[in-house]
């Protein structure tokens, strides 16, 4: 096998990025202030090129001019990501420094949801907040098979479980839509060892979180008080 590697100072210097910010707790403008950036490749014996980039980056968030540290990998064997009708980004595998989900804590009245969504969901913070994003992908799927199971959706696959919630009143067609997308990416998680960044991991609690506040709790809230 050969691998061929080379390092560059600053090759993303100025680079502009909308991320979650450690200090603001949202998402906001930041510039790389200082980068070292490696690019490389790794060829196979049957001649088979694999390419490689790993960008090592100081950013300043552009509110407050806290500093962090971020490292984004990429490859060739990565696909692009659909994000919409006609719409894709490239497939990046993102670390942020401090940990921008650490600290993430449940929400309001978890004993309300059943007992496995509960025993899940808590795990799959525990994995965010400790920084595993396979684990946390994997746990994400997870989360949405057991809710499409406690709500006896009909498929023989999560695909159509998740459509079946539109069918039962559940979810609307635009959350189904996000579920699926989360289905994916709990499917890489699961089948390809697939990390995720922080970001994506943290826009997938959130909205997992939305659905579990609209199926279980507001739902018992509003059974009790407004008869």
């Known amino acids: 096998m050969a691998k061929e590697e080379k390092i560059e100072l600053n090759q993303t210097q100025g680079k502009k990025l909308f991320i979650p910010c450690h200090e603001c707790k949202r998402q906001t403008n930041h510039v790389v202030l200082v980068s070292a950036d490696l ?18 980056q100081i950013i300043q968030c552009q509110g407050c001019n806290s500093l962090s540290f971020r490292k984004a990998n990429q490859n060739s064997e990565d696909h692009p990501i659909q994000i919409g009708p006609n719409e894709w980004e490239d497939d990046i595998y993102e670390q942020l420094f401090p940990n921008r989900n650490e600290g993430r804590t449940p929400i309001k009245d978890i004993h309300l949801l059943p007992e496995d969504i509960e025993r899940i969901y808590t795990e799959t913070l ?15 799927r997870a989360l949405i098979e057991t809710i499409s199971k406690e709500r006896n959706a009909i498929g023989d696959d999560l695909f159509k479980k998740i459509n ?3 069918v039962q009143g559940v979810l609307t067609k635009d959350g189904a839509d996000i579920l699926h997308k989360l289905r994916v990416l709990g499917n890489k998680a699961a089948h390809e060892v697939k990390p995720h960044s922080a970001e994506q991991l943290n826009l997938a609690v959130d909205v997992i979180e939305h659905l579990l506040q609209g199926v279980y709790i507001l739902t018992y809230h509003a059974k009790r008080k407004l008869k």
């Open 126 to 140: 525990k994995a965010i907040n400790g920084g595993q994003p396979v684990l946390s992908g994997i746990g994400i």
């Open 39 to 56: 690019n490389g490749s790794d060829t196979g014996w049957d001649n088979y090129e694999i390419l490689w980039s790993s960008n090592n």
């Open 164 to 166: 079946n919630l539109v």
